[in-house]
């Protein structure tokens, strides 16, 4: 079994040859001494710095489809057009509209499709950070800055393996004797053999390890994060909190979420930082113009982590905001906007700022919509930031965040009190009457996965979280965990049908999808099962189409 580490090769400026492009193939064709090569804490840096390049770049591994593979954000869109939330209008350039249509896991034996990419993807994270840990303890240099860097590389271990998990396999509760993914801890090369799944728990054990080592080494190095794209102490906090979320350990969630919140400089945005205005679009005259929004810049307050794009690294087409950003030249998204459901949409109320951050009923249904911004319900929240440039940075955790995981886990842990006012700090930054509004909601039970009617504050948070998060969190990993059915296809009270351009109506039980419906995980790619000893087709995800 052989692992990918092309990345780091890359980033020290140094050539190396990958052969063959399976999966099981690309350890360059001679081994490399790690005591040359991360010698020291500076060329351990540099190493560092090209995991994080792979979080936002196309990965050329990926010989087509290239467009839709851009890191962290794609593997997000791709849960949440997976999801009841977010409405994928047209096919468009195709991009992603396969994974809406449930037709993406089909194509397990491409190496150009969503199983692939996914799997190549956070296992060449986890290749490159095990070299860089393999140096724990023989690189030299500062030992306070080599702790930094090594708690970098544990929490980017830990949060690549969480979200192959949540991608290969059901939600952990209840599944924790599942096949997981393979765990690697050790650097690997061209004589190394692949290793089995292993189970649920046992992945679940090894990030929990990872976290807890990260957050170790963070303290005693004490050094401040250098720049936002860095995993700091925060972060990993944020992504414990979300590990315990997903675990249902309530007070481990509560407690990581409040210390991720204590990040120097950092608070929820206020209501005229949340404001959106949009872009606007002439369908006749094809003008077009990039609005305002704080999500589109790591410079924004409540962000915790994030990369920052200069223009120089942008790339037009293979990006979050060529799919997202309808108000532009850059034609995916105007060909396939992205839009909130209707059902979404009219749960906020006229008072709440983030109404703004979506089109609304304009008049223009599907069928009207020829091209571009003016259709119903479609997303302003995410815009270039530099329309020209076709930049704008990448936000992959925000204090929000841990403000709704902390009031979420407060509240299920019974503690009703402590949750509505910790969910009131961010609902009144977004609506005026917020507080007034939930002043009489109790309880933690959940009563509705996508629709229905709020009855408990359990209910409140959970759609809060649905509001706030719409694009950045990916909504299929919050329907899994939370084990309610949901469903694209609903009738809104004055009559108006869901605007899902497909409610997966091939499905039996479309009007009700159970959240451990085995379409809503990935298959494992066939080149892992061709090149690894053990994993054979009795370990394949299990297929019905």
Same mark, same amino acid.
Request: aromatic share 12%; with cysteine.
């Given at each position: 079994?052989?692992?990918?580490?092309?990345?780091?090769?890359?980033?020290? +400026?140094?050539?190396?040859?990958?052969?063959?492009?399976?999966?099981?193939?690309?350890?360059?064709?001679?081994?490399?001494?790690?005591? #040359?090569?991360?010698?020291?804490?500076?060329?351990?840096?540099?190493?560092?710095?090209?995991?994080?390049?792979?979080?936002?770049?196309?990965?050329?591994?990926?010989?087509?489809?290239?467009?839709?593979?851009?890191?962290?954000?794609?593997?997000?869109?791709?849960?949440?057009?997976?999801?009841?939330?977010?409405?994928?209008?047209?096919?468009? $350039?195709?991009?992603?509209?396969?994974?809406?249509?449930?037709?993406?896991?089909?194509?397990?034996?491409?190496?150009?499709?969503?199983?692939?990419?996914?799997?190549?993807?956070?296992?060449?994270?986890?290749?490159?950070?095990?070299?860089?840990?393999?140096?724990?303890?023989?690189?030299?240099?500062?030992?306070?800055?080599?702790?930094?860097?090594?708690?970098?590389?544990?929490? $980017?271990?830990?949060?690549?393996?969480?979200?192959?998990?949540?991608?290969?396999?059901?939600?952990?509760?209840?599944?924790?004797?599942?096949?997981?993914?393979?765990?690697?801890? #050790?650097?690997?090369?061209?004589?190394?053999?692949?290793? +089995? &799944?292993?189970? /649920?728990?046992?992945?679940?054990?090894?990030?929990?390890?990872?976290?807890?080592? $990260?957050?170790?080494?963070?303290?005693?190095?004490?050094?401040?994060? $250098?720049?936002?794209?860095?995993?700091?102490?925060?972060?990993?906090?944020?992504?414990?909190?979300? /590990?315990?979320?997903?675990?249902?350990?309530?007070?481990?969630?509560?407690?990581?979420?409040?210390?991720?919140?204590?990040?120097?400089?950092?608070?929820?945005?206020?209501?005229?930082?949340?404001?959106?205005?949009?872009?606007?679009?002439?369908?006749? @005259?094809?003008?077009?113009?990039?609005?305002?929004?704080?999500?589109?810049?790591?410079?924004?307050?409540?962000?915790?982590?994030?990369?920052?794009?200069?223009?120089?690294?942008?790339?037009?087409?293979?990006?979050?905001?060529?799919?997202?950003?309808?108000?532009?030249? /850059?034609?995916?998204?105007?060909? !396939?906007?992205?839009?909130?459901?209707?059902?979404?949409?009219?749960?906020?109320?006229?008072?709440?700022? &983030?109404?703004?951050?979506?089109?609304?009923?304009?008049?223009?249904? !599907?069928?009207?919509?020829?091209?571009?911004?003016?259709?119903?319900?479609?997303?302003?929240?995410? #815009?270039?930031?530099?329309?020209?440039?076709?930049?704008?940075?990448?936000?992959?955790?925000?204090?929000?965040? !841990?403000?709704?995981?902390? !009031?979420?886990?407060?509240?299920?842990?019974?503690?009703?009190?402590?949750?509505?006012?910790?969910? @009131?700090?961010?609902?009144?930054?977004?609506?005026?009457?917020?507080?007034?509004?939930?002043?009489?909601? @109790?309880?933690?039970? #959940?009563?509705?996965? @996508?629709?229905?009617?709020?009855?408990?504050?359990?209910?409140?948070?959970?759609?809060?979280?649905?509001?706030?998060?719409?694009?950045?969190?990916?909504?299929?990993?919050?329907?899994?965990?939370?084990?309610?059915?949901?469903?694209?296809?609903?009738?809104?009270?004055?009559?108006?049908?869901?605007?899902?351009?497909?409610?997966?109506?091939?499905?039996?039980?479309?009007?009700?999808?159970?959240?451990?419906?085995?379409?809503?995980?990935?298959?494992?790619?066939?080149?892992?099962?061709?090149?690894?000893?053990?994993? +054979?087709?009795?370990?394949?995800?299990?297929?019905?189409?």
């Amino acid at each position: 079994m052989r692992r990918f580490i092309y990345t780091i090769f890359l980033a020290m +400026g140094l050539t190396v040859s990958t052969g063959c492009a399976d999966l099981m193939e690309t350890l360059p064709s001679g081994e490399v001494d790690k005591g #040359q090569i991360l010698s020291d804490a500076s060329s351990i840096r540099v190493a560092m710095n090209g995991v994080y390049s792979t979080m936002y770049n196309r990965i050329d591994f990926v010989t087509a489809n290239a467009h839709q593979c851009f890191g962290n954000m794609a593997i997000i869109l791709n849960a949440e057009v997976m999801g009841d939330d977010m409405v994928h209008t047209a096919e468009g $350039a195709g991009w992603f509209w396969k994974a809406y249509n449930y037709e993406a896991r089909e194509r397990f034996a491409s190496k150009i499709q969503q199983c692939y990419f996914t799997w190549m993807y956070f296992y060449e994270i986890i290749g490159n950070v095990n070299y860089i840990l393999s140096a724990e303890n023989t690189a030299k240099g500062d030992k306070n800055e080599l702790k930094d860097l090594m708690a970098q590389a544990y929490a $980017a271990r830990a949060f690549s393996y969480f979200m192959l998990i949540q991608s290969f396999q059901q939600t952990y509760k209840g599944h924790e004797t599942l096949p997981g993914v393979p765990i690697y801890t #050790q650097a690997t090369n061209s004589t190394s053999k692949g290793k +089995g &799944r292993g189970t /649920v728990q046992d992945v679940y054990d090894q990030i929990n390890k990872d976290l807890t080592r $990260a957050i170790q080494l963070f303290e005693e190095s004490n050094i401040a994060q $250098a720049h936002i794209s860095n995993l700091d102490i925060y972060a990993t906090w944020l992504l414990k909190a979300r /590990v315990a979320l997903v675990q249902n350990d309530w007070e481990t969630a509560a407690t990581a979420a409040e210390n991720a919140m204590q990040k120097p400089g950092c608070s929820l945005l206020s209501m005229s930082e949340a404001t959106v205005v949009k872009g606007t679009f002439d369908n006749d @005259t094809k003008n077009w113009k990039t609005g305002k929004t704080p999500f589109n810049s790591v410079n924004t307050r409540s962000v915790i982590w994030g990369m920052e794009m200069l223009s120089e690294q942008s790339n037009v087409f293979a990006s979050f905001y060529s799919m997202m950003d309808a108000c532009t030249d /850059v034609y995916y998204a105007a060909e !396939a906007p992205k839009c909130i459901s209707n059902w979404l949409y009219s749960q906020i109320p006229d008072t709440d700022i &983030r109404k703004g951050w979506w089109n609304g009923d304009i008049g223009v249904t !599907a069928a009207d919509w020829t091209y571009g911004a003016n259709i119903n319900y479609n997303q302003h929240k995410f #815009q270039w930031a530099d329309q020209d440039a076709h930049t704008g940075d990448l936000i992959f955790m925000r204090a929000e965040e !841990a403000c709704l995981i902390r !009031a979420e886990a407060l509240c299920r842990a019974g503690n009703i009190e402590e949750a509505r006012a910790e969910i @009131t700090k961010l609902g009144e930054r977004r609506d005026s009457n917020y507080a007034k509004r939930i002043a009489g909601l @109790t309880g933690n039970t #959940q009563t509705f996965g @996508t629709k229905g009617t709020v009855t408990t504050l359990l209910d409140e948070i959970l759609l809060q979280r649905r509001i706030e998060l719409w694009g950045e969190a990916g909504r299929l990993f919050d329907i899994m965990r939370q084990g309610m059915p949901w469903t694209r296809s609903w009738e809104l009270e004055d009559g108006t049908k869901s605007n899902h351009s497909n409610v997966l109506s091939k499905y039996a039980e479309y009007t009700a999808f159970p959240s451990d419906y085995i379409e809503c995980i990935l298959m494992i790619p066939q080149v892992e099962i061709d090149n690894n000893p053990n994993i +054979g087709p009795e370990d394949q995800n299990p297929y019905i189409q």
